[in-house]
């Protein structure tokens, strides 16, 4: 059924019940995500698409539009919450993009340059994280991971359906585990599949990083913002 | 009453050191010391981390060899997947020629930014002249021809390790087995004809000849200033190759005496056989040397004076007719005169420029078969990498756990290497400059940190900056007091 909202104090029309982050992105708004994966079920996880709907702050992933809905994206308030939202994922983790072999491929370093992060407002953390290296392909860098459950919710075992990753621990104690033995059965395809659905280096396929030279990676061809407004992620 | 003299930081390098000199009643000289007093521990925090991630991560040490540190960590990378150690598994042709081309474009850069950039300004104005005019800008004052030329040069070579690693500083190419990307034609073109804005290769060898001259120039005025200063006896080391001759990317470690016989040569692979390390309370900066002969003879030099002392040829001609003029000075023995280090310079200079040309025009660059993978059975989870950095010697060193995590990592970078000769060379200017004089002055002190500079040319910005050369001289009593300072 086609509706009419309004986006960013524009008549937009759209189907009734569609994602806001791909309606806004079809009429030229972007909102950054890092969760959110289009056509896959909405997570809601990292908030970073936070934006005003009818008057409240909304996880815009989690949002199905309806008719009259008032939306608004770019103002001046919002996206220094969004910027927040993102300067706090740095300072939670250890991101050392130097030496990462995500950079240039890496969803959260690309948003962080598209709200033109520069410095964190908040003091780092540090905190200490255990690398799991125990499987026989995969080594996960808990360093890096921001919860976003990704793998958790996307990547199954191909043949019982079990879940492969999950989430263990409370708060500050919670942590990113792999199940060894189902990820030792993964096919190579479903390890890389895995290793770029993670939107930061957390999990990364052992032993083949950087093999994509400078220049030549993801988001140093078209930026974050380009390919969500493109359709090309 | 005995004082003791510090230069406190050493300028003109990278890193962070400082020089003490002791001076009895008599203000002679007792005892000099360079100090290093920055503490790194790469070696500690890359422990953990993946090994693919080596060459990026321990690459940071150095904003200037950071090509060296890169493929230093490759080779070690190579041989940990058993790339190298195999009968049959050798890195192929086109990656060797790729990370060939990017060692030499950084010797080239960095060789011409140690050599025109810190050592020129003393050649042209004189070690005592005034700090404000004794430095680059000093340089653009004087020859703006020349400056213009020496950042052209510059340019050319971080543009060339910008096409091969992907950016001017810190780049990323090489990967375990070989390299991530070739060469394309247009991007050779680039660098063999120029284009506005970027020198030819020919107009690069044609500067480069020209910083060889000013040396000449330079020596042919000065030549007793140059011949006495800092001569140091030491043995020299570098890789060479089956002729015995220099290769700044692979070899065997030859270590030779004052009269070029060979003390020791030794497939790199077997160096903690060879070399120890000693330390001492006052200096984070170990102090290696052969196990054989002991610290006090055993400690070698390495570097482009090291290098040239070594080689018996250099592969391209004008180097090599540079060479010839460089061994024939004296007689067919080490040359131990710490001020020709610049002249051995000014040849690398040269010499990396032809090494380009013949590699430019190379297909093998624009191969597309960049990696040699092995079997997993092939993995021996060790690897030790050595290059020729500009700096000298360089050795990676790494072991890591099946699971993919480093578990040890060894560095023994050039300027460890050169450690012994360098406390040497600033214990020989400080006995010649300073020992007996009666009053101290800046110009003085900047002999000591000439003698320095001739080994560790890295960039340091803090001495050019106009009249805040960060440099402090305090003279101690013999309780440690302060009795006097001087600032520049």
């Known amino acids: 059924m086609s509706i009419q909202i309004t986006l960013d104090g524009r008549p937009v029309s759209t189907q009734a019940g569609a994602n806001l982050v791909d309606v806004a992105a079809e009429h030229g708004v972007y909102i950054p995500t890092l969760c959110y994966l289009k056509g896959k079920p909405c997570l809601g996880t990292c908030r970073i698409c936070s934006v005003s709907v009818n008057g409240r702050i909304a996880a815009a992933c989690t949002v199905s539009v309806s008719d009259g809905m008032i939306v608004a994206v770019d103002e001046p308030a919002l996206a220094d919450m969004r910027k927040a939202l993102i300067e706090m994922l740095f300072i939670e983790g250890n991101h050392n993009c130097p030496s990462c072999e995500k950079s240039g491929r890496c969803d959260l370093q690309a948003v962080g340059y598209d709200v033109g992060m520069l410095v964190p407002r908040f003091p780092y953390r540090f905190t200490p994280h255990q690398r799991e290296v125990g499987a026989e392909r995969i080594w996960l860098e808990r360093d890096r991971c921001i919860f976003c459950q990704r793998c958790v919710d996307y990547i199954h075992d191909q043949h019982s359906g079990q879940k492969i990753f999950t989430i263990k621990g409370r708060g500050s104690n919670a942590r990113i585990e792999i199940d060894k033995t189902l990820a030792d059965q993964m096919s190579a395809e479903q390890v890389r599949e895995a290793a770029e659905l993670c939107p930061v280096g957390c999990i990364i396929e052992k032993g083949v990083g950087f093999n994509r030279p400078i220049g030549e990676r993801k988001f140093e061809i078209k930026s974050v913002r380009q390919r969500a407004l493109e359709d090309d992620v | ?488």
């Open chain 2, 1 to 488: 009453m005995s004082r003791k003299l510090v230069i406190d930081p050493v300028t003109r390098i990278e890193g962070h050191g400082k020089v003490t000199i002791q001076l009895d009643d008599d203000n002679q000289v007792t005892d000099a010391k360079l100090h290093v007093v920055e503490f790194r521990g790469f070696e500690k925090l890359v422990q953990g981390h993946p090994y693919w991630e080596a060459p990026m991560l321990l690459q940071r040490i150095c904003g200037i060899c950071f090509v060296s540190h890169h493929l230093c960590g490759a080779k070690a990378l190579d041989d940990m997947i058993g790339v190298g150690l195999g009968q049959h598994i050798r890195l192929l042709p086109g990656p060797e020629k790729i990370r060939r081309l990017g060692h030499y474009a950084q010797q080239l850069q960095s060789h011409v930014t140690a050599y025109f950039y810190l050592v020129v300004p003393e050649m042209l104005f004189g070690m005592d002249a005034p700090p404000e005019q004794r430095n680059v800008l000093g340089l653009v004052e004087q020859d703006p021809a020349l400056v213009k030329r020496v950042v052209a040069l510059r340019k050319w070579g971080q543009e060339l390790i910008k096409t091969v690693l992907g950016k001017r500083m810190h780049g990323i190419s090489s990967v375990p087995g070989g390299v991530s990307k070739n060469i394309s034609i247009e991007e050779r073109d680039r660098f063999l004809q120029g284009e506005e804005g970027l020198l030819s290769i020919d107009e690069v060898i044609e500067y480069a000849q020209e910083g060889l001259e000013l040396f000449y120039q330079f020596h042919e005025q000065h030549r007793e200033q140059v011949d006495q200063f800092a001569v140091v006896p030491a043995l020299d080391m570098c890789l060479v190759n089956d002729e015995g001759n220099v290769d700044y990317y692979h070899g065997r470690i030859r270590i030779i005496d004052e009269h070029k016989h060979i003390v020791q040569e030794f497939d790199y692979h077997d160096y903690l056989q060879h070399f120890s390390e000693a330390t001492e309370a006052w200096s984070y900066m170990k102090f290696p040397y052969l196990k054989a002969l002991g610290r006090e003879k055993g400690s070698v030099r390495v570097g482009p004076l090291a290098r040239l002392n070594v080689t018996k040829t250099l592969s391209t001609p004008l180097a090599e007719a540079a060479l010839k003029k460089f061994h024939a000075y004296t007689n067919g023995r080490s040359n131990n005169m710490t001020l020709h280090t610049n002249w051995a310079r000014a040849i690398e200079i040269i010499h990396s420029a032809e090494l380009i040309k013949a590699l430019l025009n190379d297909t093998d660059l624009q191969n597309t078969e960049l990696l040699m993978i092995p079997a997993d059975t092939a993995w021996t989870g060790e690897g030790i990498g050595v290059v020729e950095a500009p700096r000298g010697t360089l050795l990676h060193h790494y072991r890591a756990a099946k699971t993919g995590d480093i578990t040890f990592a060894n560095l023994i970078v050039s300027t460890t290497q050169n450690n012994q000769v360098i406390n040497r060379t600033v214990q020989s200017v400080a006995q010649d400059y300073i020992s007996g004089k009666a009053e101290i002055t800046e110009g003085m002190l900047n002999a000591i940190e000439v003698g320095i500079r001739a080994y560790d040319p890295c960039l340091s910005c803090a001495t050019h900056a106009l009249g805040q050369m960060p440099l402090k001289i305090s003279v101690f009593d013999a309780r440690g007091n302060i009795i006097d300072e001087l600032c520049r």
